[in-house]
């Protein structure tokens, strides 16, 4: 399940709980692409805390949809990765690094509230967690 929450700032979260389906893919892409109209920034918050995995046909959802914003990534300066442990936050090391032009941080629960200001751009995140 996907739960999205759009908070003020033009910050858009995304929180997965249990295993992504790709009806949960499709609902995220549509409501990033309505928030992106107008050519707007994004900053994005992925809550994967709670997330058990994906389907494969998530994943293929996923990945078809990541070729479409492959042009819109510029508007996600921001992008804040909720996790515990893992390779969540080596993902988002590795995204960080594959795209130079957003900025990634990867932050544990407890941190929520600092990985919203990130993605928000109100806060610079000196010392993020691993």
Same mark, same amino acid.
């Given at each position: 399940m996907i739960e999205i929450t759009q908070l003020p700032d033009n910050v858009m979260v995304l929180r997965v709980v249990g295993q992504l !389906? =790709?009806?949960d893919v499709d609902? &995220?892409?549509k409501a990033l692409k309505s928030r992106l109209s107008g050519n707007r920034n +994004? &900053? /994005?918050v992925a809550d994967l805390a709670q997330m058990d &995995?994906?389907?494969l046909e998530a994943l293929l959802?996923? /990945?078809s949809y990541q070729r479409n914003f492959f042009g819109h990534w510029h508007q996600f300066p921001r +992008? !804040? +990765?909720?996790a515990r442990g893992g390779m969540q936050p080596l993902v988002a090391r590795a995204v &960080? =690094? +594959?795209l130079p032009q957003i900025e990634v941080r990867a932050f544990e629960p407890a941190n929520a509230e600092q990985a919203i200001a990130f993605a928000s751009g109100r806060e610079r995140v000196q010392?993020?967690?691993p």
């Open positions: !389906s =790709a009806d609902h &995220g892409a +994004v &900053g /994005l &995995g994906m389907t959802t996923d /990945l +992008v !804040s +990765v909720i &960080g =690094a +594959v010392n993020p967690d």
